[in-house]
């Protein structure tokens, strides 16, 4: 048989297919040419490279150290270059513009207001400028023929005490562009419970939140962020992986927290590459991603950083589709998870699915039924052609 269900999609079709993306960190995704403009325009004199090119590796090299401490060390430049609203502002709209242009139909962007502060801006007006960006690229990227809906999802640096502050920011801006809240940085050393008050408050409030946990750390991060904490989602959350016992003859079997992430549909925002970067995982064949995908967890693909990873969401895919031989069905079923787990309302999410998702996939499925036929004889196919 002959259909896209059973071929692998090209890469082509893969930039194609509408993809959903929720955990891209806005410093980590800048254009290398756009970190040159604003260090010029802006003073900031510490950048390695000057030329985008040479700066471009540099970034992918320097996140590439298996630390994610060094991995985290290399935001000092993009964040220096990011403390004025024109700058966050181009950074939102190039942002928004540059997913859109790779098929991503709806974003959740996000990013650590408090690491933007270094020039006098408040945190209020980091937000506005973010958003502004935002909105601003969802213009351009329309005139250029793309669909794109991004949210913010505001980030407190777990090393820092300022995640209340932070949280109480996400819910006065939550009907404003802000879709939910995160915590990210060094995992090891600063577990989630560090910030219960925020996570707690915003319970209250009936707001989502993510947490990093399950990158750097294991199981015990995993469970505080979801027993304690109260995450609607986990960012990476792979050593989830550590709960499961796969035998010699196949069998698998799951521990009391991993069964809890799988029957409570708890999504997984995975990022492959990112996870080889820091030392999360080894390879993509030895991804965790391969045996939760079979196990039916619920999982999401991602690109965390796109400018230290090099990468793109049709790159992300373009891995798993030459490793797990995935089909546009498997993408699809990546797609419609990330959908189902966005922060945004129950109605819009479905309408997303049922008018955008799945007829951008039914469309490309049945590209093959219009190829062209070649000039082959059918007599020199044989005759037994239905
Ligand atoms: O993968 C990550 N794990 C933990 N923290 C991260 C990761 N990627 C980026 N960050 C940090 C560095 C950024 O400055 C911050 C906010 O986007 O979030
Ligand atoms: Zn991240």
Redesign the pocket.
């Known amino acids: 048989m002959t259909s896209e269900t059973t071929t692998l999609p090209t890469s082509e079709q893969i930039r194609r297919a509408p993809k959903v993306l929720l955990h891209d960190?806005?410093?980590?995704g800048l254009r290398p040419g756009t970190i040159v403009d604003l260090a010029r325009e802006t003073g900031y004199d510490g950048l390695p490279e000057a030329d985008p090119e040479k700066l471009g590796i540099w970034f992918r090299e320097a996140a590439d150290s298996g630390s994610?401490e060094r991995?985290?060390e290399t935001?000092a430049h993009t964040?220096a270059v990011m403390q004025t609203k024109e700058a966050l502002q181009r950074v939102a709209a190039e942002c928004a513009e540059d997913l859109a242009a790779d098929g991503v139909v709806y974003a959740e962007v996000?990013?650590?207001p408090e690491?933007h502060l270094e020039q006098g801006l408040t945190l209020e007006e980091v937000v506005e400028a973010v958003n502004e960006g935002f909105r601003e690229g969802e213009r351009r990227a329309r005139e250029n023929g793309h669909r794109i809906r991004v949210g913010a999802l505001l980030?407190a640096?777990r090393h820092a005490a300022r995640a209340l502050e932070i949280a109480e920011l996400a819910n006065r801006y939550r009907d404003f562009g802000v879709v939910g809240f995160d915590i990210?940085?060094?995992?090891a050393g600063f577990p989630p419970t560090r910030h219960l008050d925020a996570f707690e408050y915003l319970k209250r409030e009936n707001n989502h939140f993510t947490i990093?946990a399950g990158?750097?750390f294991g199981l015990p991060s995993i469970w505080q962020a979801l027993q304690w904490c109260g995450a609607d989602r986990l960012?990476?959350g792979v050593r989830i992986i550590d709960d499961i016992e796969v035998s010699d003859d196949g069998s698998v079997k799951l521990g009391r927290l991993a069964s809890y992430v799988r029957d409570k549909r708890i999504p997984l925002e995975m990022?492959p590459t990112?996870n080889l970067q820091?030392g999360a995982a080894t390879s993509y064949a030895e991804h965790p991603i391969g045996l939760l995908r079979r196990l039916q967890f619920r999982l999401t693909v991602n690109t965390?950083?796109r400018l230290m990873s090099g990468t793109t969401m049709s790159r992300e895919f373009e891995h798993l589709v030459k490793t797990f031989r995935y089909t546009l069905d498997d993408m699809q079923w990546f797609t419609v998870n990330a959908m189902k787990s966005a922060f945004i309302p129950f109605d819009e999410r479905l309408a997303m699915i049922n008018d955008v998702i799945k007829p951008g996939y039914a469309e490309l499925r049945a590209e093959w039924l219009f190829r062209q036929v070649g000039t082959t004889s059918a007599a020199s196919r044989g005759s037994d052609a239905v």
């Not at 990210?184 to 995992?187: D, I, N, P």
């Open positions: 960190h806005l410093d980590g994610l991995y985290l935001f964040c996000r990013y650590a690491q980030t640096m990210a940085g060094a995992e990093h990158e750097a960012g990476h990022c990112s820091t965390d950083n």
